[in-house]
């Protein structure tokens, strides 16, 4: 099995729609949660973290349920800039793995 | 965020020569690099973990005499691919954890990398 499991899509949505991801992770131990954005033959950038109470940044909220070991991110009123993949990492020890991102195309 | 810098940022090479890309962490002390490669429209593929002063683990499937890693130092490690081939053209990405930031990882700019 692997270590994280994400939908890779793609996604269209459009624009001013709300879409979800979510990405499931196998080992309970794990101890950081994070959302990166990739944009074509880009590096990853560092969206946002994930707590366990749950996060905001403007149109984005991230949340984390230890239970079911899965993260999400939900997008609110997308944005044609908001075109990218987004990648899920989970932090388990000093090793990070990385989802296979989700490819999302924001329509006019 | 961290910085981190990566040199050279697009390189063509003949078959059967070496190249060296660097990672620099510019802001912050790197005891933890890892080096990813990425083909296009795929998923990053970690090829190696690095921590200063100790010898790369490298992730199965990925040959460590093929591809060299140096982190000599908390701010620099170095990846050689060497007597590269045309499959080994690719993006290829560093990023770095430490200190403070050790529970995040911040990428470099990534090299791309097309062998001839």
């Known amino acids: 099995r692997k270590e994280v499991e994400q939908d890779p899509g793609p996604f269209n949505v459009p624009e001013g729609a709300t879409v979800a991801f979510n990405c499931t992770y196998s080992n309970s131990a794990s101890q950081s949660f994070f959302w990166y954005r990739q944009d074509c033959r880009k590096e990853p950038k560092l969206l946002m973290s994930?707590?366990?109470s749950g996060n905001e940044d403007g149109r984005f909220t991230a949340q984390l349920n230890r239970a079911s070991q899965y993260i999400s991110l939900l997008i609110r009123d997308s944005k044609l800039s908001d075109s990218a993949t987004y990648l899920c990492?989970?932090?388990?020890?000093?090793?990070?793995?990385f989802g296979t991102g989700t490819s999302l195309t924001v329509i006019p | 965020g961290a910085v981190v810098s990566q040199h050279p940022s697009w390189v063509i090479c003949k078959s059967g020569t070496s190249v060296k890309i660097e990672c620099r962490s510019l802001d912050f002390q790197a005891t933890t690099m890892f080096w990813y490669r990425q083909f296009p429209k795929q998923s990053l593929m970690l090829m190696a973990t690095s921590n200063e002063g100790s010898k790369a683990t490298y992730e199965q499937g990925v040959e460590k005499d093929k591809f060299l890693i140096n982190h000599a130092s908390l701010t620099l490690s170095t990846l050689t691919v060497t007597s590269a081939h045309p499959e080994d053209s690719s993006f290829y990405i560093c990023s770095a954890s430490g200190g403070q930031l050790s529970y995040e990882q911040y990428f470099g700019p990534g090299t791309r990398l097309t062998v001839t």
């Open positions: 994930v707590y366990s």
């Open positions: 990492v989970v932090n388990t020890g000093n090793q990070f793995y």
